[in-house]
């Protein structure tokens, strides 16, 4: 699925688990003054698709494919991009709805994007910069330790099953590997540089992509 080219510029970020990512999107927005959509891209699908947000989040960045969601008639879908096979509604056309959100989004001005194939829907874009975050493992596990106060090893093993997650749910869905340099545009350790570093090379890309002072 791609995008109709627009004068708008748009950052995406794809990041390892516990990498430091999603601040580094933060930071980003709130330098540039633009939009970040994260799991806030789940609720505006649900509300544009009449789709339960809870059934989103279960297959969030997860290629699950035989998991069957069934619908009740409060939730009517006449959606063309819905596939229906005995009632059931394919992870196929879930990640549709939630790439036609992107589409939309990204009609609507400069924005910055995390994770969910979004580097993938927008790369017809000619002002995208597409990122990858990561950092070393000590630094994840111990960023992810004090998010959700566990264990280093119960941090570790949280740490390559929600990778391999996003991995194969890239893979699935772009043919493309997750986290290969080749498919992005900046890939960055972050605690190498520190977040002031990088959303300032960030900005200065920004500036060359749109030629403003």
């Known amino acids: 699925m791609t995008t109709t ?88 056309s879930l990640f549709a709805r939630q790439c036609a959100t992107i589409e939309h989004l990204a009609t609507q001005g400069p924005a910055v994007f995390v994770g969910r194939c979004s580097d993938y829907v927008l790369r017809e874009q000619p002002r995208l910069i597409s990122i990858f975050v990561t950092d070393d493992m000590e630094r994840r596990a111990a960023r992810v330790m004090e998010r959700l106060s566990i264990s280093k090893e119960e941090a570790i093993e949280k740490i390559e099953r ?16 997750w986290g290969v340099a080749d498919n992005y545009d900046l890939c960055v350790r972050l605690s190498k540089f520190g977040t002031d570093c990088v959303v300032r090379m960030v900005r200065d890309l920004v500036s060359r992509l749109t030629q403003v002072p």
């Open 5 to 92: 080219s627009s004068p708008n510029y748009f950052i995406t970020i794809g990041r390892s688990y516990g990498s430091g990512g999603l601040a580094l999107a933060e930071a980003i927005s709130k330098a540039l003054g633009i939009p970040m959509y994260d799991k806030n891209l789940l609720d505006l699908t649900a509300k544009e698709t009449n789709i339960q947000a809870d059934i989103l989040r279960k297959v969030d960045e997860r290629n699950t494919r035989a998991f069957p969601y069934i619908y009740d008639s409060g939730y009517p879908m006449t959606n063309a991009f819905y596939t229906y096979t005995s009632g059931f509604l394919s992870d196929e």
């Open 162 to 177: 929600v990778d391999k997650e996003r991995k194969e749910y890239y893979l699935y869905y772009t043919t493309r590997e």
